[in-house]
Nanobody
Framework: QVQLGESGGGLVQAGGSLRLSCVVSGGTFSVYVMGWFRQVPGKEREFVASISRSGTFDDYEDSVKGRFTISRENAKNTVYLVMNRIRPEDTAVYYC?????????????????WGQGTQVTVTS
């Protein structure tokens, strides 16, 4: 069974940058579409970004377009989320997610496997 482990969260000032990482084990990383989601208390988990198996295609939630970048290193079984120009409203627990997918496609919203999450707190 695939396991996901996020890291890189923490406290950051508004306008700053942060890089989240997610290492995947127990599966063949290159067959998974990977995604990042976030959740704040009392709200549903929301999609942030996703990336296709090869890394060629990606997809973003509108509020993070131009500020966040998702990428992956298949040789390292790792997906990243670089967060630039961070805003207080980006404060959330960020989750990494994986879904095995037959084609190289990024626009996926339903994922099968999840990490435990990493907290990102943005101060103004």
């Amino acid at each position: 069974q695939v396991q996901l482990g996020e890291s890189g969260g923490g406290l950051v000032q508004a306008g700053g940058s942060l890089r989240l990482s997610c290492v995947v084990s127990g599966g063949t990383f290159s067959v998974y579409v990977m995604g990042w989601f976030r959740q704040v208390p009392g709200k549903e988990r929301e999609f942030v970004a996703s990336i296709s198996r090869s890394g060629t295609f990606d997809d973003y939630e509108d509020s993070v377009k131009g500020r966040f970048t998702i990428s992956r290193e298949n040789a390292k079984n790792t997906v990243y989320l670089v967060m630039n120009r961070i805003r207080p409203e980006d404060t959330a627990v960020y989750y990494c997610a994986a879904k095995q997918f037959m084609v190289d496609y990024a626009t996926v919203r339903v994922f099968d496997s999840w990490g435990q999450g990493t907290q990102v707190t943005v101060t103004s």
